[in-house]
């Protein structure tokens, strides 16, 4: 009896022991993850039949309630819109329109929240204690200084974790937050980064972005019966054509000879953007594109000069390609009919072609070795865009779990070429489910 009380007790004391160790992760979260709320201050809308005043409500996630009425319709989208204003050089919303996040720090301002974090707390993290998030606004890119109250936030926040945990941080994104992670630590000092980031975790990264990010803005992502409604709130998110295939003579990139919005008498590529916006009447979007464009965080790609890891899904059909029935109208309001749409020429997580996944692993490694820092790849066969956050995702969840307390991945997941994973024929695109 005396030999069972004492190895419950090493087991009670191992099991704590192994709680206490686990290393801090602050996280990132992808597009459209963070839940935005307004406030109407003598909002100015452009129709009169919007309510001008408010208390704080929820923005975003929209629920069908907040589009009950056409009229509904209208007014959320006058108060969920946010442009890049030329003359002031910065991104605004409405006039009256006040936006943010909440509970930062926390996982109660994210969607989906509770679904991320149980694996983590079954592993034995505890939220708020060496397990967090940071929300921000997505809707705009990390151009202008439209992210750097965001950036302060955040950097307090990974200070304050070490200064608890006597640890540095595992900063992890997903999706669209490995742009916005890569944009703070270039913000922030060596000898900062240094002392405060274990490893930069980008897990389904968009660095050279995606010819979906363009078929959003042409005519809605998603199928013919959702994508109106998306082509409308793409249209007043900023951060989706800083999301277009980035323009490059490497690899990595996509020359200007590359086709992807196909209409009968004219096809674009990445070097028609402008054309492109104006052809749809969107010359509204062209000043915050040519902004988002020349913005050095994914422009010069700059390495993070810190310990990286990236994972990544691969081996599956991505949409590349987008041909249109009819030439484009000038007229904002007039929404495109729905393309056919052919898989890209190599494949990818099926949002995200490999080319652009792989930007990093080839455009970082000098910089990196010169710095002192590693740079891990790891690709998954046929996992989803932004799956690896879960534990039912496959493997890769697993894996990052175990890097962080071992420091250990498994040694048969290189990264591939993009030429060893060419699907056989482009075919029509399929379209599962992302997490964001």
Not at 38 to 45: A, E, G, T, V
Not at 146 to 153: F, G, M, P
Not at 263 to 288: I, M
Not at 309 to 318: N, R
């Amino acid at each position: 009896p005396m030999a069972n009380r004492v190895l419950v007790c090493a087991a009670v004391l191992a099991f704590a022991a192994l709680t206490l160790a686990r290393p801090p992760v602050v996280f990132v979260p992808g597009l459209t993850e963070s839940q935005l709320l307004y406030k109407l201050d003598d909002f100015k809308s452009s129709y009169p039949f919007c309510q001008n005043h408010s208390s704080w409500k929820v923005l975003w996630p929209i629920t069908n309630a907040d589009v009950d009425t056409i009229e509904d319709l209208l007014c959320w989208l006058d108060r969920y819109a946010i442009f890049y204003n030329d003359k002031a050089g910065s991104y605004m919303t409405l006039p009256g329109v006040n936006t943010t996040t909440f509970d930062f720090g926390g996982w109660l301002g994210l969607q989906g929240g509770h679904q991320i974090t149980k694996g983590w707390v079954a592993a034995g993290w505890t939220v708020g204690k060496d397990l967090f998030a940071a929300p921000y606004d997505w809707r705009v890119p990390t151009a202008a200084g439209a992210q750097d109250a965001y950036y302060n936030d955040l950097r307090i926040l990974i200070e304050n974790v070490v200064q608890k945990t006597g640890q540095k941080v595992y900063f992890l994104a997903v999706s669209l937050g490995p742009q916005i992670a890569l944009g703070f630590l270039h913000r922030m000092t060596p000898a900062w980064k240094d002392a405060h980031i274990a490893w930069f975790i980008a897990e389904s990264p968009v660095w050279s972005g995606t010819p979906v990010a363009a078929w959003t803005i042409v005519s809605g992502f998603g199928d013919a019966n959702s994508s109106g409604f998306n082509r409308q709130v793409s249209l007043r998110t900023d951060s989706i054509p800083w999301l277009f295939p980035r323009a490059g003579t490497t690899n990595t990139t996509w020359g200007a000879g590359e086709k992807f919005i196909v209409t009968p008498s004219r096809s674009y590529g990445s070097a028609d953007y402008v054309e492109l916006l104006q052809d749809l009447g969107l010359d509204f979007l062209v000043p915050g594109f040519v902004r988002s464009e020349i913005e050095p965080d994914l422009s010069t790609f700059a390495a993070p000069d810190v310990n990286t890891l990236v994972t990544y899904g691969y081996g599956l059909g991505t949409p590349g390609t987008f041909t249109y029935p009819q030439d484009f109208v000038r007229n904002a309001s007039m929404t495109p009919p729905y393309p056919t749409v052919a898989n890209t020429s190599e494949t990818g997580d099926v949002y995200v072609p490999l080319r652009s996944t792989l930007r990093a692993f080839y455009e970082w490694p000098s910089a990196l070795q010169a710095a002192g820092k590693k740079l891990i790849y790891q690709g998954y066969p046929g996992q989803i865009h932004a799956y690896c956050l879960l534990p039912e995702g496959g493997p890769c969840f697993q894996d990052v779990l175990n890097f962080i307390v071992n420091g250990t991945l498994p040694v048969d997941r290189p990264a591939p070429s993009r030429s060893e994973y060419l699907p056989e024929h482009a075919h029509l695109a399929p379209l599962p489910a992302a997490r964001n």
